[in-house]
């Protein structure tokens, strides 16, 4: 459609602030007959739904289905997202008080993509933020952190980042105390192993595996968990201070000695046990979800 139609058609169906089942027919057949919807067509979308106060279940599919549409299509290469059109993106959908349907919009973009920038999800990770800010973790929330996290599954990207297991943590120092669903505690633990141990993690978290584990358990206060509390204690920059390399490298070559008969893509090391405790102990404040992964660490680490 020309420019003048389209402000046209926006205009009239912007003028009840709503959009009706039938209006939003009436916009897929007149904006995108073909299933090609340019950048005019897709701001012009934008704008209309800046515009409009219901979140008819019409409209809203309309609209996810065309911008997901365009974004996918924009770039010099279908399926693959670049970050101009990632620019556009942010810059529609960047404002405060953002609409379910922008980030069902995004999500979806980082769900069907074949391949996106890292700024595409952490604009997803910082609209999620926002949407869950000042309240408890319900059961929809943790359902959207856990669609943000593996969204770009498709494309192979299965393991949590470092980026998104810091967002976690920022996410949990927030909601922590509240009415959490159980779900959160449950996704927050399972999203830090995974993290920790990357593509191994489901090998890991077999019951069989995690019961052979457990036969290495004896005291708690002796495990690498322990250890690394005490050293973490004032969190990373005491950590500096503390840091004897002697007792380091022996404590590694026990961890080491004590995993031999597992694989080595198996093994949770040392490095990555420091990481999420030195985390846990950073902010100062212990949350009941740092409190469990701590708890599964120590259930996860072979002792002597």
Same mark, same amino acid.
């Given at each position: 459609? @020309?420019? #003048?139609?389209?402000?046209?058609? *926006?205009? %009239?169906? =912007?003028?009840? /602030? $709503?959009?009706?089942?039938?209006? +939003? ?105 926002? @949407?869950? #800010?000042?309240?408890?973790?319900? *059961?929809? %929330?943790? =359902?959207?952190? /856990? $669609?943000?996290?593996?969204?770009? +599954? ?151």
């Amino acid at each position: 459609m @020309h420019n #003048a139609a389209l402000m046209s058609l *926006a205009d %009239d169906l =912007a003028a009840d /602030r $709503r959009i009706s089942a039938d209006e +939003a027919l009436r916009m897929r057949k007149e904006i995108f007959p073909d299933g090609v919807v340019t950048r005019q067509e897709a701001d012009v979308m934008v704008a209309l739904q800046d515009r409009v106060a219901n979140t008819d279940e019409a409209w809203a599919s309309a609209f996810v289905e065309a911008i997901v549409d365009h974004v996918l299509q924009s770039g010099v290469y279908p399926g693959h997202v670049d970050e101009g059109t990632v620019t556009w993106l942010i810059a529609s959908f960047g404002h405060e008080g953002a609409a379910e349907t922008e980030l069902e919009t995004v999500l979806k973009v980082l769900e069907r993509a074949e391949s996106a920038p890292e700024s595409l999800s952490a604009f997803a990770r910082q609209r999620v933020s926002a @949407h869950v #800010a000042g309240r408890a973790m319900n *059961a929809a %929330d943790v =359902a959207l952190v /856990r $669609r943000c996290l593996y969204a770009a +599954a498709g494309s192979g990207a299965v393991a949590v980042t470092e980026e998104e297991a810091r967002w976690l943590f920022t996410l949990d120092a927030e909601c922590d105390g509240r009415a959490n669903d159980e779900a959160w505690g449950d996704l927050f633990v399972k999203a830090m192993l995974n993290h920790l141990m990357g593509r191994r993690a489901p090998k890991l978290l077999e019951a069989e595996s995690m019961a052979a584990r457990q036969k290495w358990l004896h005291s708690p206060q002796k495990g690498a968990v322990a250890f690394l509390s005490s050293m973490f204690e004032g969190g990373f920059s005491a950590f500096r201070k503390k840091l004897n390399y002697n007792a380091t490298e022996a404590f590694e070559a026990h961890y080491e000695a004590v995993n031999a008969e597992y694989e080595q893509d198996s093994k949770l090391t040392l490095v990555e046990m420091a990481w999420a405790v030195g985390m846990t102990k950073d902010d100062g404040k212990r949350t009941a979800n740092e409190t469990a992964l701590l708890t599964a660490l120590n259930e996860l680490e072979p002792q002597a």
